[in-house]
Structure formats: C-alpha cells, structure tokens
C-alpha cells in the first residue's frame, strides 16, 4: 500500500530553467509533507517542508506547493543548476503517529549544463 | 562533526550470519528512527526508538530484526541469521523530539550485502 507516490522516477532538464517535481498521497491525515534530496552514497538531506494548513512554502531557488484537495504536492526549482542533480525523495508525516516519515519512490533528477 | 553518525558503512555477511548497524544520533537527539532502503525504491519505515524505549515497531519484521537504543551509547539494529533479502541500505534518522514535525537529520547509512 504505497501511500506516497513519485510516478516520474526520473526527470532531466536543462540548466537555468524550472525542475517541477511532483508527489501525490493517498492519506488524508497527513498534515506535514517534506522533500528531501539524495546523493548516492550519501543519506537523505533535508530540503523544504510545508504544513497542510499552507497551500505555498519558499525558500531560496526551492519552493512546494500543496493542493489538498487533490492530495498532491510539488517542488519546483528555479533555476535549476547541475549540482540540484539528485534523486528528491517526497515525504509525508501524521504527527498523531510518532512522526515516522512515509516516503514515495523518489525521482532522479537530472540537470545538464 | 556533529551529524548522525552511522557505522560500518558497508558491511557483507553471509546467509545465516548476524548484522549489526550502529547509529549515533546528532548530539542532543534522544529521538532515533531506523529505515530500510531496498534497490530502486524509496526508503521504508522500520522503528522508532527513545533512550531505553522502543515507540513504534510496526515497520519492523517479525522474526529476526530487533533494536535497541541503550541509556549510554549508539543505538543498535540487529539482523540475526541474514538472508539475501535483507541486502539494503538502512538508514538512521535522528530528531530532538518525536512525535513532532521537526525534519528528521540522516546518516549516510550502511549498506549491508548477504553473500
């Protein structure tokens, strides 16, 4: 039962302009959603999170977007730069329930100078 | 350095052997998760651990895995008698509280190969 999903696996864009990665849910009790980045060999990193009660959260060249209603969210970034080149996990938390984090599949970005 | 610290970084073990994953979570952490990434997919809850406490244990297998986040010390996650199937990366996460929206800190994991 994959209650957060990623359908790109993967994504490439040219440098400078707008990666627009995207993430939909099944749960509606979620009420926190977060995008984290990867490298390989590397753990998660922490990008930009947004609570359910906003529809926008930015910061710096990231910003996520939330639509309720459809239960999804994305992440855009402008402009995009070679070293944005990872895989992007989107995230998801209940906080009634111990604040595990449930994970889509991820997608592998690409950027190309 | 202060992050979450997770060793060995690559550990190999044959069918039947026991692993042991250690994680030190970021200094003053008392909130420790554990996750398992298998090939081509995302990464899946395992457990949830306070100091001496085990909080959620739902993602966790029924036989074989168990963990344990003593008052001193890492927190450890055990695999007895591995098989092929639990070649992964399992990673740490920490946070300073639980139950909360705080973003959860990553270790760089340990990638375990079952020979």
């Known amino acids: 039962d994959q209650q957060v999903k990623q359908n790109s696996p993967s994504l490439s864009v040219q440098e400078g302009r707008i990666s627009i990665l995207n993430c939909d849910y099944t749960n509606s009790m979620f009420d926190y959603f977060l995008w984290y980045k990867k490298y390989p060999a590397e753990g998660p990193t922490f990008l930009i999170s947004i609570s359910s009660i906003k529809d926008k959260n930015e910061d710096g060249r990231f910003t996520v977007f939330l639509n309720k209603s459809a239960k999804h969210l994305s992440l855009h970034i402008v402009p995009s730069q070679p070293g944005d080149s990872a895989v992007y996990f989107c995230a998801a938390i209940w906080s009634g329930n111990t604040g595990k984090l449930i994970f889509g599949q991820g997608t592998t970005l690409q950027v190309k100078p | 350095n202060a992050g979450v610290m997770q060793n060995p970084r690559h550990l190999v073990r044959r069918r039947g052997q026991e692993a042991r994953l250690r994680c030190s979570p970021m200094k003053g952490h008392s909130h420790v998760y554990w996750y398992r990434q298998l090939p081509e997919e995302g990464l899946k809850f395992m457990v949830y651990?306070?100091?001496?406490?085990?909080?959620?244990e739902s993602g966790m297998p029924k036989e074989r895995f168990s963990a344990e986040f003593p008052k001193e010390g890492p927190s450890i996650l055990r695999i007895q008698q591995v098989v092929r199937g639990d070649s992964a990366a399992y990673f740490c996460?920490?946070?300073?509280?639980?139950?909360?929206?705080?973003?959860?800190?990553f270790g760089d994991g340990t990638r375990l190969s079952i020979l």
């Open positions: 651990l306070q100091k001496e406490n085990i909080i959620d």
């Open positions: 996460a920490s946070s300073p509280q639980g139950n909360s929206n705080q973003p959860q800190h």
